[in-house]
């Protein structure tokens, strides 16, 4: 894993790349989580949307899954 993750913060957020996220889950940040503010979502288990896109992909080519896996672009190096 080598490398530890910088926390991101206000500061940082105008050189963010790509669109604005709601605090999504695994993403270290120092906003309160959507998953904080309301008292029936703290039982919710988020599910990452870039996981999802990759279990539609595979169940759409599910003949070419034999020879690439999700798993191992999920956890790299693990």
Same mark, same amino acid.
């Given at each position: 894993?080598?490398?530890?993750? /910088?926390?991101?913060?206000?500061? $940082? ?7 604005? &996220?709601?605090?999504? *889950? ?12 309301? /008292?029936?979502?703290?039982?919710? $288990? ?7 896109? &990759?279990?539609?992909? *595979? ?20």
């Amino acid at each position: 894993m080598g490398e530890e993750k /910088k926390v991101f913060t206000e500061k $940082d957020r105008s050189n963010a790349k790509g669109g604005y &996220m709601d605090n999504p *889950e695994n993403l270290k940040t120092d906003k309160e989580s959507i998953y904080d503010m309301h /008292k029936d979502m703290q039982t919710v $288990d988020a599910i990452p949307l870039e996981d999802v896109r &990759m279990e539609e992909e *595979e169940e759409r080519h599910h003949r070419k899954t034999k020879d690439r896996s999700s798993s191992e672009e999920k956890y790299e190096g693990e």
